[in-house]
């Protein structure tokens, strides 16, 4: 199972950001997917799951600011974060939690994103 | 929400053996999992409920969890050791994912 997250590396304050994890070498469905962020120097921060059918859960900390989604047709999980600020400065990861099992199994390279205007 | 606590910084000598701990409410409760990451890479699973190895982790890493503390041991560190552990928890009554903070390792 290989993991790779695209999406812009430079978003604009107020902006949303958007990301996309690809999947290949298995099926997205009937695993728990998640975003993890880390900032610059920090520690690793959990910002959300998806689940089959669509069942999400999120850390508040981010305010309803996240969504994920999933499009199972391109193996694809997808992350929206909203009203970004500078704070929101990181390199984000997608990773697959394994089935039946509550740890991280596969995660995906990361994507460095800045947030400037 | 649950929080996970990890000492800042463990030093080592090569050969010798690193412990870290993890230390969380009733920790012992839970399934413990630790991670590691070297710089400008992915985190990578090194244990996995509390003391189990995914395929390809060396044996030198081993874990145990009881009361309100995990332990990640490595055992006889090498230089390649060197990196940044997390321990990582679902806490069920969140349904949340929870890292801990963070210990980096140093082998002097």
Redesign the interface.
């Known amino acids: 199972v290989q993991l790779q997250e695209s999406g812009p590396g430079l978003v604009k304050p107020s902006e949303t950001l958007s990301l996309t994890c690809s999947v290949s070498g298995g099926f997205i469905y009937s695993y728990y997917w998640s975003w993890i962020r880390q900032p610059p120097g920090k520690g690793l921060e959990w910002i959300g799951y998806i689940y089959n059918t669509g069942s999400t859960n999120y850390n508040p900390s981010l305010r309803s600011r996240a969504t994920i989604s999933e499009d199972t047709s391109n193996n694809r999980i997808s992350l929206r974060l909203t009203s970004v600020t500078a704070a929101d400065a990181a390199v984000y990861y997608c990773a697959r939690v394994y089935g039946g099992g509550t740890h991280f199994d596969y995660w995906g390279q990361g994507l460095l994103v800045t947030v400037s205007s | 929400?649950y929080v996970l606590t990890q000492p800042p910084s463990v030093s080592v000598a090569p050969g010798q053996t690193a412990t870290i701990t993890c230390g969380g409410n009733n920790i012992g409760s839970k399934?413990v999992?630790w991670?590691l990451?070297k710089p400008g890479?992915?985190?990578?699973?090194v244990v996995?409920?509390d003391s189990d190895r995914?395929s390809g982790i060396s044996e030198r890493f081993s874990g145990s969890n009881s009361g309100n503390t995990a332990t990640l041991t490595i055992s006889r560190v090498e230089a390649g050791d060197e990196a940044d552990y997390?321990c990582?928890?679902?806490d069920s009554g969140s349904?949340?994912?929870?890292?801990?903070?963070?210990t980096k390792v140093t082998v002097l």
């Not at chain 2, 890479?41 to 699973?45: F, K």
């Not at chain 2, 349904?95 to 963070?102: E, I």
């Open positions: 929400s399934n999992h991670h990451q890479q992915a985190p990578v699973l996995y409920d995914p997390y990582q928890v679902w349904d949340h994912y929870v890292f801990g903070t963070g």
